[in-house]
Structure formats: structure tokens, C-alpha cells
């Protein structure tokens, strides 16, 4: 197994014998000697012994170099840069190449294009789920810095979300199912699209605003005695399916609910024309809940040391900073972000710079993009939070420098796509990780939210530019 001593020797310029050639040939690869001496011993030559080792070798790197058509050469490790220097043009541009991908993503009907292969340009359009719709819109309405085509992709998507809106009965409430054949309400399907709904309103205008209160209302009626959520709403029996919560979906309820609140305090005359609930029966439910996920949810030994998927809690957290403070719910956020600090690669890791800053359970299996992602948009979450309570955050800061570079190294650019097909459209995107080529739309989504939210944190700390990029 491996690369022979003999033949790297010669292949580095060494004056090895031809018979030593021919005989480590032979002992590598028995049938190349003739027939009648196979089941002979095979002889030694002279001097063989010596060309057989290679003192003070460890293993063999090999290095890739891309060259742009200016002759700038460009150091790749597993088709993206070894480990590109950070800056402040260098992270616009990687949030621009972000924001484009996802609008070109954007298909005919307002569905985002959900898998491509960068290299063949395969892509499927037929998959999609109203969450990861919802929240690829919530990041183009937060993070996009051209103005007009943020309103056209966002308007578009909302309006293909609005046709699923389902209503139960004669309720006043409304929740989005997938397909005019299914009855099943899914909590998850209508919070994270309410979300989105509600962060998009001043993009898009008021188009949506009996939606919106029908979603709250949804969101509302589903919520349990003790601050929980149900799962699923039966929309033809009309009543609620009992069953585990999904992942995920409590945050995004609690996120959805707190932004229909700061509506309702800072406009309750338009919150009550559009059909929303008062704003203090919409804290009221945010606040038992924020007191359930704080309490009993995950009152266990595991607290101290193990942590589940609870990104949205942080970001439901920061978004209620301005109008609904709760100190155990923000402090819920900072234990879980304190636990998931320890998982990123760090020097102690003692792995190739170009895995720094990945998240990773160990040094088995290569760094995943959309875990990496998470941590960065829960960090800068965190982060708000922190400073908000007065507490220092330049740990997370030095961290966060570390994501960022991960993130940007992992970003399909115009250096390393040159075996893309077509590379326009992979151009901005990210894969599920280095090992893993295929670009799923929110793989994107949740970079471009870490690079927009996470990058606010350290922008200043940045030089404007990297002299070798200008050289």
C-alpha cells in the first residue's frame, strides 16, 4: 500500500539501478515476472536494501494551484483556498456572492432551486418545504443590500407561500400546509413562515397583513397549558395532534410571536386592523413559553454539558431584546451557546488550518458547512445578548474570526469553480462540506446568515482590504 521507496526515488532524481527497478517491480507486482520464475523466490540485488527506505519521510502533500488568466496563482486545499486571508472587502464580497446566488436560486413560481451540483449542473426544483422556503426569505429580507431585487424575491416567495394559507373552520386563525390534498397543519410549516412574513413587511409592504394575524392566531391556538407546542393541527377534524414537539419549531413560534408583539406595542391601531391579538395576550403566550423551554423542557443533569438543535431560541432571544426581555430565556441561549463554543476546531485540534473554525464532533469525519453556519448565527445571537446584559464577549469575538474564515474558504468564487459547469450558478453557493460537493439552498441560507449576522461583530476589527488581492 502506498508509493514505493524505490520508484519516489527515482522519481526525485536518484541514479536507482535498473535491476533494483525491475526487482521492486517484481515484489510489488508478482505477475510481471515471467511465468516459469513466479513460483521462485525472488532475488535481492545488490544495493536494493539501501533504495528501499527513505529516511526522514513522513508522508507525501501534494499542492494545487489555480491560475487566473492574470497570472495570479491561487493555493487551493480541497478545491478552495488553504486558508484566505480575512477582510473587510472579502467578507462583503463573500455576502454578495451569497445574496446573488440565492436570487438567481429563485425559480419561475417562487421556490428556490433546492439541490445543484456544482459539477454537472444537475438540479432539482421539485423538492422544497415551506420551513427551509421561509427561511431562505427571512435571510434575503434581513441581510440584502439591493434594495429592489430584495423586494422581488421576497414578494415573489411570499406570495407562492400565501397560497398554501389553509383556514381551519371558521377560526380566525390560518396555517400554511403543503398540497391541496393534505389536512395535517404542521407547527414548523406555519412558525418559520410567519417569521418570515412579519422580518419582510417593511420590504415588502402590507399586502400580507390578515395572513400574518391569522399565522399569530395559529401559533397562538397551538400552544399547550404549560408553554409547549403541539406538533400538528388536524385541519378537517379541527383539533390539535398530541405527539412530540419538532425540532426547531419552538424557537421559530416564540421568534414569530415576539415580532408580532413589537408590531402590536409600536402600532396596536394598525395590529388591530390587521386582525392581530392585543399586544399584551401576545406577550403573555410568549412569555409562558419562554418559561417552559427555560424550565421543565431541559431541567436534567444533561444541561451541564449536553445541548440539543436550539439555534432559533437565540435568535427569538435577540429579537426580543428591544421589547420583551426574559433574564432566563437569554440566559438559556448563553449556556447552550457556551456548550456548542467547544465543538468548532480550534489549534488545540491539531488539524490542518484549513479545518479551523469547522464544526466538527471529533477529528474523524471532515467539518460540515451548515453546522458551522448555525454556530455562527447563534453565536452573533449570543453575542447581542451578551452585550445587551453587559458581559464581555471578546472570547466570542476571536471565535467568531475563525468561523468567518472557515465560511469563506468554503464558498464556491471564481478562484477555485473552474471545474464548475456552469459556474454561474454555483458561484456564491456552498456545499454540505469539502467531502460532500452538492449546494442544498440552505446550505447558502444559513452561510449568508452567519457571514451577515456573525460578520457585523468583527467588520471593524478587519482590515479594509488584503494587499494581495490588489497586487
Known sequence: FGVSPVRLQKALGGSVPNEVLTWDRHRRRPKTRPKDERDQPLPTPEGAQEWSSFDGLLRI?????????????????????????????????????????????????????????????ARQTKSWNLPRQAGTTLVMCELGRDEQRTRTVAALSLEFMAQHARRPGEQDMLALVRGSDKHEAHLGSTALPAIAFLACRPRV?????????????????????????????????QAVIDGPEPMYAGGQAIFAMSLAEKLALEEPDLAAAMGLPEAGEIH???????????????????????????????????????????????????????????????????????????????????????????????????????QARGEDISADKAQMHEIMTFLLRQQWAPETCYACDPASLVIGGFSESMSAPEIRIDYTQHSWAALGHGGAWIMDELEPVYAGDHE
Open 61 to 121: 502533500a501534494t499542492v494545487s494551484i489555480a491560475t487566473e488568466a492574470s497570472g495570479r496563482p491561487h493555493m487551493l486545499a480541497r478545491l478552495h483556498e488553504r486558508r484566505p486571508p480575512l477582510s473587510q472587502e472579502r467578507l462583503r464580497q463573500a455576502q454578495d456572492r451569497a445574496e446573488d446566488y440565492i436570487a438567481a436560486a429563485q425559480l419561475e413560481d417562487g421556490r428556490f432551486t433546492y439541490t445543484l451540483d456544482p459539477f454537472t449542473g
Open 205 to 237: 409592504g402590507d399586502a400580507h397583513d390578515r395572513l400574518i394575524a391569522g399565522l399569530i392566531r395559529f401559533l397562538m391556538a397551538m400552544q399547550r397549558e404549560d408553554g409547549s407546542f403541539y406538533p400538528i393541527y388536524d385541519t378537517k377534524a
Open 284 to 386: 403573555q403566550a410568549a412569555e409562558r413559553a419562554m418559561a417552559y423551554y427555560t424550565g421543565p423542557y431541559w431541567d436534567t443533569f444533561l444541561r451541564d454539558f449536553f445541548w440539543l438543535e436550539e439555534n432559533w431560541h437565540c435568535l427569538a432571544a435577540r429579537a426580543s431584546l428591544g421589547h420583551h426581555r426574559n433574564a432566563d430565556y437569554e440566559q438559556f441561549c448563553i449556556d447552550y451557546m457556551t456548550y456548542k463554543a467547544r465543538v468548532p476546531m480550534t489549534e488545540e485540534s491539531r488539524v490542518d488550518p484549513e479545518f479551523l473554525g469547522g464544526y466538527s464532533m471529533g477529528t474523524i469525519l471532515t467539518p460540515v458547512n451548515t453546522p458551522t453556519a448555525g454556530f455562527g448565527e447563534g453565536m452573533a445571537a449570543a453575542m447581542a445578548i451578551k
